[in-house]
Nanobody, 120 residues
């Protein structure tokens, strides 16, 4: 089992910045990916940014140049620096970990989510 605890969400004015953090604990072996998704009201959950196997970093096109993912590695933490925020970035942000599972291929773990609200 993997436990994920997020922090850093809140209310910010458009143009401002927020930094989200996620601390992972538990059975942290065979981690294939770690990063952030978000879900806005009435929309599907979507990838924001993630570290993937092989040291690659993936970003959603809509956040390229505004958001930066950092961390992971031995400290088992990942951060999301969000700059130049817009109202459209308002969503619940979820930390996630994908772990290799020999029986099913992989298993995803999710944090409880942290609300980010950008006022225009």
């Amino acid at each position: 089992q993997v436990q994920l605890v997020e922090s850093g969400g809140g209310l910010v004015q458009a143009g401002g910045s927020l930094r989200l953090s996620c601390a992972a604990s538990g059975s942290l072996f065979s981690i294939n990916a770690m990063g952030w998704y978000r879900q806005a009201p009435g929309k599907q959950r979507e990838l924001v940014a993630a570290f993937t196997s092989g040291g690659r970093t993936n970003y959603a096109d809509s956040v390229q140049g505004r958001f930066t993912i950092s961390g992971a590695g031995a400290k088992n933490t990942v951060h999301l620096q969000m700059n130049s925020l817009k109202a459209e970035h308002t969503a619940v942000y979820y930390c996630y970990v994908r772990q290799v599972d020999l029986s099913t291929g992989w298993r995803d773990y999710w944090g409880q989510g942290t609300q980010v609200t950008v006022s225009s």
